[in-house]
Nanobody, 124 residues
Framework: QVQLVESGGGLVQAGGSLRLSCAAT????????MGWFRQAPGKEREFVAA????????SYTDVVKGRFTISRDNAKNTVYLQMNSLKSEDTAVYYC?????????????????WGQGTQVTVSS
């Protein structure tokens, strides 16, 4: 069983930065891929970024490419999302997700565990 706890959300002005963290408990963290998703008010949850088990392969949704960076520290059982040049449209609840497979994916249904989410609000 894997439990995920996100932190690092908050209120930031447009153009600012935040770093989200997702701490995982459980023996399978280092063998599984991780992802970040977000859900804005009134919208469906959407893919943001994913990273494979060893941190070599990363993928991003187009709207965050060049601004967001996903990374992981398997020794600390933690995955990060560095968010720079934030825009008002980045405002959402951000969720961390883990899958038992080491292959990263943008498909929400392929993740096995989810965190409770952390709110990110970008003011313009």
């Amino acid at each position: 069983q894997v439990q995920l706890v996100e932190s690092g959300g908050g209120l930031v002005q447009a153009g600012g930065s935040l770093r989200l963290s997702c701490a995982a408990t459980g023996p399978t963290f280092s063998s599984g891929a991780m992802g970040w998703f977000r859900q804005a008010p009134g919208k469906e949850r959407e893919f943001v970024a994913a990273i494979n088990r060893n941190g070599v392969l990363k993928s991003y949704t187009d709207v965050v490419k060049g601004r967001f960076t996903i990374s992981r520290d398997n020794a600390k059982n933690t995955v990060y999302l560095q968010m720079n040049s934030l825009k008002s449209e980045d405002t959402a609840v951000y969720y961390c997700a883990a899958r038992l497979s080491g292959l990263s994916t943008a498909t929400m249904s392929e993740y096995d565990y989810w965190g409770q989410g952390t709110q990110v609000t970008v003011s313009s």
